[in-house]
């Protein structure tokens, strides 16, 4: 009704539309209080109670343990990978990291900075279509911390398991698949994601964090840095992403109201098996990645043939199935089909594809 496009993009990518609209509705006098959440202060009680309900609604939705915090940052997923780090390197100051991909690399290579940061695994010598499998010895004993990735945005890869690390603290940059499948908070010391993709409009990056793990910031750390300033202060220390933090609070109630993270996870998974059946049945468009380590979130996949790729590219735009080309160093396609793309617009591309093999043979 609002002529909307299917939106792959990567991120930012959809909300639900439910969620856009409740939003609208409040967006010029919310909920009675004579002013718009983007105008309102942080300071304000209505504001609190918001951010507070998205906490409490998000350690429902996840089950998070009492035992963890929850941040509310900004910065983005890249500001993670300079604070991770910096308040982790406690002890011995290393940190083992597995890259599967350039965001895990970037975070790697910002590590390097701050430490004696060890490279465990990597699949780059195969343009990262797999998932290294590592064993608990490939980690060092006396790490500070492990880092990885679980979901590689740009490849399309997903973790087929969590890596045993020991008592050694496991970081996850979970930012393209947060939230959409069931996790065991408590075999992550950090779990972090920024919202653009799963969660909220761009602006907001959550953090969970076991509270053992808060506090050992050097004291030279930019004040911004260090998480347990927005652990005591209730990521108020400064003025929050306010109008983000509101859309993911709107998009946690959603989520639950529909079943919770099990539902969502039915339907991604509905969602992409289609897709990657079709893509398998296909003799012209081919998957880029291992099987087992396919993303539920970001399905990539080629013709072989480059001109076809951005033929395709081009006519699935004029059918108002926009942001389909893989990511500016990879190329070929790439349909991210998170949380909020509804299965009808799987579907529209699944009907566009086969149309365009059979047109283009
Ligand atoms: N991690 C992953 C998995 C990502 O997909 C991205 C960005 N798409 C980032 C980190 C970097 O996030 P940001 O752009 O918010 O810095």
């Given at each position: 009704k609002y002529d909307r496009v299917y939106n792959f993009s990567a991120g930012p990518s959809m909300l639900p539309l439910e969620v856009i609209e409740d939003v609208a509705a409040n967006l010029c006098n919310y909920k009675?209080?004579?002013?718009?959440?983007?105008?309102?202060?942080?300071?304000?009680?209505?504001?609190?109670?918001?951010?507070?309900?998205?906490?409490?609604?998000?350690?429902?939705?996840?089950?998070?343990?009492?035992?963890?915090?929850?941040?509310?940052?900004?910065?983005?997923?890249?500001?993670?990978?300079?604070?991770?780090?910096?308040?982790?390197?406690?002890?011995?100051?290393?940190?083992?990291?597995?890259?599967?991909?350039?965001?895990?690399?970037?975070?790697?290579?910002?590590?390097?900075?701050?430490?004696?940061?060890?490279?465990?695994?990597?699949?780059?010598?195969?343009?990262?279509?797999?998932?290294?499998?590592?064993?608990?010895?490939?980690?060092?004993?006396?790490?500070?911390?492990?880092?990885?990735?679980?979901?590689?945005?740009?490849?399309?890869?997903?973790?087929?398991?969590?890596?045993?690390?020991?008592d050694v603290p496991l970081v996850a940059d979970m930012s393209s698949c947060f939230l959409s499948e069931e996790i065991d908070v408590s075999k992550y010391g950090i779990i972090w994601a920024g919202a653009q993709k799963n969660v909220a409009p761009a602006g907001v990056t959550i953090v969970i964090i076991r509270d053992d793990l808060v506090g050992f910031a050097d004291e030279k750390c930019p004040v911004y840095l260090d998480y347990k300033i927005h652990v005591d202060k209730g990521s108020m220390y400064n003025t929050p992403p306010c109008f983000s933090i509101y859309v993911a609070g709107e998009v946690f109630k959603y989520l639950l109201k529909i079943g919770g993270i099990k539902e969502m996870h039915e339907r991604d998974v509905r969602k992409a098996g289609k897709l990657y059946d079709y893509i398998d049945s296909s003799s012209m468009f081919k998957g880029t990645v291992r099987k087992e380590d396919r993303s539920l979130m970001n399905v990539t996949f080629v013709t072989g043939d480059e001109a076809l790729d951005k033929k395709f590219i081009a006519e699935a735009k004029e059918q108002g199935m926009i942001n389909l080309a893989g990511h500016r160093s990879v190329g070929g396609m790439r349909a991210s089909i998170y949380n909020a793309m509804p299965e009808d617009g799987v579907d529209a591309l699944i009907a566009f594809m086969k149309k365009f093999e059979a047109e283009n043979k």
């Open positions: 009675g209080t004579g002013e718009s959440v983007m105008e309102m202060s942080h300071r304000s009680k209505e504001f609190q109670q918001i951010i507070d309900d998205a906490e409490a609604n998000l350690r429902k939705l996840i089950n998070i343990p009492d035992n963890y915090k929850v941040l509310f940052l900004q910065g983005g997923g890249t500001t993670q990978f300079s604070m991770v780090p910096l308040n982790l390197l406690r002890k011995s100051k290393k940190a083992d990291y597995i890259v599967t991909g350039q965001w895990a690399k970037k975070a790697y290579k910002e590590a390097t900075k701050f430490g004696d940061i060890k490279l465990v695994a990597s699949s780059e010598e195969d343009t990262y279509s797999y998932i290294p499998e590592v064993k608990k010895d490939q980690f060092r004993t006396d790490a500070d911390y492990a880092y990885i990735c679980t979901n590689n945005t740009i490849y399309g890869t997903h973790y087929p398991y969590v890596p045993d690390t020991g």
